[in-house]
Every structure is written in structure tokens, then in C-alpha cells.
């Protein structure tokens, strides 16, 4: 439309006002691009309560005739016959004004920011690398699919439902060696499997360390610190996280495991 194939034909067209102008021009932004479509509103043939309304960010649908622009920086521009407005927006709050903004103050606003020039060319730039990478692998056969995130951040308690390990935390009597022997053996040699398979490991030290047997070196637990402990203290912690945010949830008060003076006691010594 913009380049000016549809000159002398009646159009419908529907966007946001990017700035309105002597109460006659209005630029006219889709998203479909990052040039604007000028909107002429001719003086005198739409009431004021109508052009009041006609602010920076509003949503408008604009009926009328494409013809050939008089004025600098576009090829055409839409006469308008009738002017609709599909979604008020007050000029005095909406954050995007027609000047330039900081990229802080845009990151502020993310919900926004896509009808910027910047991010509205940075993100069809994107747009065109990421289809072309996944057309090329297409056309190769591959398929694309969401492999899960294993991450170390903790971030708003994304530990808590997600847990990378070989025990049953709710079961570890299971797991434990000194009374399960062969468990511990069968995950021993998945874990070597694996790394004959990815090439951690030759053939030769794979047959040697497949057939060690286990030596179980028992070593009652004598403290909290003794270093033979880990498995519990990870335990205990989960379990004091639970309580805390139970007990802030019931009394809307904030607990802190380390300042707040708490005493556990707990059946190791």
C-alpha cells in the first residue's frame, strides 16, 4: 500500500495513531511496518469531540481514498471519509510519546515497546535469522523441539519443584546402600554406561571399574559437621523452607532461618 500500488482506490485501514497532527494529519502504525500511513483529516468535516480523541496511541479504523501525497516523506496518503475509534487512549499516561526514549525506560514498559522503531526493527531482524536457521535445518530434515531447562538458578523458587537427582527424597531409606547394596551398584553402573557411551571412558577401563565391586566404608554418623551428613542436612532444610513459608503465608510475618535467633532440634547430634 505504501509504495503506492493502490493509488485511486477506496481502503479500510486499522492501527494505532502514532502522532496527530494541526488537528488534520495523522500517522497510522499497524505493526506491519515501521513507516507510518499518513491519515488526511479534512477541516471542518469531522466533529471536535471526535478529534479529541484522536491521541497518541489510540486505536483507530479510517475508511476513505489513497491518492498520491503532496507533502515530504511519504509516496501516498489516505484522504479519510469516515473515522472510527476502536480504543481510547489518555494522552496524558500512555508512556510511548512521539519523541525518543531510552532503552532503560523502554525496558520498562516491555508490553510496549514493540511499537518503537528500535525494537520494531531489532526484533523483525530476529525474526528473519531465526527463520532462516530454522528453515535451513527443516529443509535438512531435523525437527525442532523444546528439550527441558536444566538450570542453577534458584530464582523465585524454581528449586523447590524441580530437583535434578538419583534419590528418592521422599523414600531415602531406599537408596541407602548400607541396606540396599544392589541399588547401589545398578546406579553405579548406569552412570558407567553412559560414559562408555558418550566416550568418557574406554572399553578397556569400563570392564575394570564394571567388575569392582562395591566397598560400603560405613562411618557412623557422629555430628551435624562431620561431613557424612549432607543427604540429612538437605533434608532438614527442605523441610524448614516448608515450614517458613507456611508460616508466613498463615501470619503474614517473615521469618529468617539465620537472624532471627530459631532453635531446631533434631535427632542428630
Known sequence: MLDGESIDEKITVMGWVRTFRNNQFIALNDGSTNNNLQVVAE???????????????????????LIPSLGKGQTVELKAATIEILGDSDAEKFPLQPKKHSLEFLR????????????????????????AVHKFFNDKGFVYLHTPVITASDAEGAGETFHVTNFDLENPVKN??????????TRRDVVLEQMLKTGYLDQQNY???????????????????????????????????????DYEKKTGKTLNLFKDGLKIYVTLD
Do not use: C, W
Open 43 to 65: 477541516l471542518g468535516r469531522f466533529d471536535d469531540s471526535l478529534l479529541k480523541r484522536i491521541t497518541t496511541g489510540a486505536s483507530v479504523k479510517v475508511s476513505g481514498d
Open 108 to 131: 520498562e514498559i516491555a508490553h510496549l515497546r514493540f511499537r518503537t522503531n528500535t525494537f520494531g526493527s531489532i526484533f523483525r531482524v530476529r525474526h528473519s535469522l531465526a527463520f
Open 176 to 185: 541407602n546402600p548400607m541396606r540396599n547394596e544392589q541399588r547401589a551398584k
Open 207 to 245: 570392564d575394570k571399574a564394571i567388575a569392582t565391586p562395591i566397598d560400603l566404608d560405613y562411618h557412623p554418623i557422629k555430628s551435624i559437621d562431620d561431613g557424612y551428613s549432607a543427604y540429612y542436612k538437605f533434608y532438614l532444610r527442605k523441610e524448614i523452607d516448608s515450614y517458613l513459608k
